[in-house]
């Protein structure tokens, strides 16, 4: 028998631990930037529409949504050292890549034409693979020990699951949302989810309004306040004429909000969580605020040189971004420094 939890989520409000976030802190540092790979329309071999992006304890693992591959690169210098290659529906292949996750040592592979992760080394090895349950509508996923998976669907209303090894949902429950997201449960890209679930710890990190959320493999979770806040998206419901045939009638509805979004991104490092800002008083999108995981407080922001397509951090602390233009895409790897950016301009292009 199912096991299955369906709940609203009990929220712990965490706001007295850290007071209000006040007003943005910058560091003074700013970035080197040293490309890694470079591609697009004019050079497809390489690199064409790197969507998502994400690291282990010694590799970058890119989605390239634009060849449906998985390229595997050295965390040191950015060296290829494998291209996982959408072949099939047989064990360790996939056909259609919709999102990666990976671990300290494992690359998962989220495919959506057969619902399943199919996980691998950091080497390449083909390991197992995981049925999801509605993969399309999966918008994060995280890998667990044992196998097990912790997801994230679109919408709110049983947004949250725990998967086990073998495809079986063990608990699944709802985000924390306004009334007018929980009314539209495919409002695309309704929250980001942090890297990594540390400890089994999932951080929630959503597009619109002022809060984010630490939620525990218990479902225990707590609320946090971005350093700027948002407002909730209101959504409008638009109809449009596909088909007006005298045998055939379809409509589509389209959701649509004219509320900005507070973020665009999540990463984990330790009990750092690191969010891409969206629109802020200040620079929109080309921020990142840092706050502290066990409590929520705010802890510093960094200008971003330019707007990644997809971001995610290393070990060490340095920022892997992608960059998708109209002729040419790359990969660049971004290492904090003293120098301003004048000096930077200055000095002589890394190689």
């Not at 992006?53 to 050292?81: F, N, P, W």
């Not at 090894?165 to 890209?189: C, D, M, W, Y």
């Not at 951080?203 to 309004?209: E, L, N, Q, T």
């Amino acid at each position: 028998m199912l096991g299955l939890t369906v709940a609203l989520l009990t929220v712990v409000d965490a706001l007295g631990a850290q007071g209000k976030p006040g007003v943005r802190q910058f560091r003074t540092d700013s970035f080197f930037i040293r490309e890694w790979i470079r591609g697009g329309v004019k050079e497809p071999d390489l690199l064409v529409e790197p969507r998502e992006i994400a690291v282990t304890q010694s590799a970058v693992v890119v989605l390239d949504a634009g060849t449906r591959e998985i390229h595997v690169l050295d965390l040191r210098d950015g060296s290829k050292r494998l291209v996982l290659k959408a072949t099939g529906e047989g064990p360790g292949e996939f056909k259609r890549p919709i999102h990666i996750a990976t671990t300290t040592q494992l690359i998962g592979v989220l495919d959506q034409a057969t619902s399943r992760i199919t996980v691998y080394s950091d080497s390449g090895r083909y390991l197992w693979t995981t049925s999801v349950p509605d993969g399309p509508s999966v918008e994060a996923i995280c890998m667990l020990p044992r196998g097990r998976l912790r997801v994230k669907y679109l919408g709110a209303i049983g947004a949250l699951a725990t998967i086990d090894s073998s495809g079986r949902i063990l608990s699944r429950s709802s985000l924390p949302a306004a009334p007018e997201l929980q009314k539209a449960p495919t409002f695309a890209n309704t929250a980001y989810v942090a890297d990594g679930c540390a400890d089994g710890v999932m951080s929630i990190v959503p597009i619109f309004g002022a809060f984010w959320y630490s939620i525990a493999e218990n479902g225990a979770t707590k609320r946090f306040a971005y350093v700027e806040a948002g407002r909730d998206a209101v959504i409008t419901l638009k109809k449009r004429a596909v088909d007006r045939s005298r045998t055939v009638k379809a409509d589509q509805l389209i959701q649509t909000t004219e509320v900005n979004a507070i973020a665009r991104g999540a990463m984990q490092r330790g009990d750092t969580i690191i969010v891409e800002a969206g629109a802020t008083n200040r620079l929109p999108y080309e921020l990142i605020d840092y706050y502290r995981a066990k409590d929520g407080k705010y802890l510093y922001s960094r200008h971003l040189p330019f707007t990644p397509s997809a971001l995610a951090i290393t070990p060490d602390g340095r920022l892997i971004a992608t960059f998708i233009g109209d002729e040419t895409s790359s990969i660049v790897q971004l290492s904090t420094t003293p120098l301003s950016p004048r000096e930077i301009a200055k000095q002589k292009p890394r190689k």
